[in-house]
């Protein structure tokens, strides 16, 4: 299990870096925005835990930007902002869960299991897109820049054996 974890209180940052390596989550850290999202663009996670209100962008805009660029990671959005509306705005954009500081590192941890329980996120897109190639399983067909690759479907195929 990964998680991305961002967030600028690093005391906070330490107590769950804790609960996390006691559950055998292996976790990156890091305390700005434009950090977590380098880190959620470069590596995959199984879920990010993000603050809502860091010093350079805020989560919400980190949401929409990681949501924008096709990453579909679960995330858990942690702040101190508990209003009704706050929580609606956060899951609104794109959030999985809403947790409101303070709050105990063990629900924390019982929200991450309960994010990696649920089933994997079906795409009911008929394109999927992501570091700028397109994939259309409907033609079988994944397109990168100029160029097309016609893939195989492997359903329609005989089963092919092999004697020795």
């Known amino acids: 299990m990964r998680i991305l974890l961002i967030e600028d209180d690093k005391k906070l940052c330490d107590n769950i870096k804790?609960?996390?390596a006691q559950a055998e989550y292996q976790i990156d850290i890091c305390h700005s925005g434009s950090d977590g999202l380098l880190y959620a663009a470069a590596q995959l996670y199984d879920v990010i835990i993000l603050d809502r209100m860091l010093p350079d962008l805020d989560g919400l805009t980190i949401l929409q930007l990681l949501r924008k660029k096709g990453i579909h990671?679960?995330?858990?959005?942690e702040t101190a902002l508990d209003g009704i509306n706050d929580r609606i705005d956060g899951l609104d954009c794109g959030a999985?869960?809403?947790l409101v500081k303070?709050?105990?590192?063990?629900?924390?941890?019982?929200?991450?299991?309960?994010?990696?329980?649920?089933?994997g996120r079906m795409d009911l897109?008929?394109?999927?897109e992501a570091f700028g190639m397109k994939?259309?399983?409907?033609?079988?067909?994944?397109?990168?820049?100029?160029?097309?690759?016609?893939?195989l479907?492997?359903?329609?195929?005989?089963?092919?054996s092999f004697e020795v």
């Open 102 to 119: 303070p709050f105990h590192i063990h629900e924390l941890m019982a929200r991450v299991r309960a994010i990696i329980r649920r089933p």
């Open 96 to 98: 999985d869960d809403y």
């Open 73 to 77: 990671t679960p995330v858990i959005m």
């Open 153 to 160: 479907n492997m359903r329609a195929c005989p089963k092919i």
């Open 135 to 151: 994939l259309e399983e409907s033609k079988h067909e994944l397109k990168y820049q100029d160029k097309t690759l016609l893939l």
């Open 18 to 20: 804790v609960a996390m």
């Open 125 to 128: 897109s008929p394109v999927r």
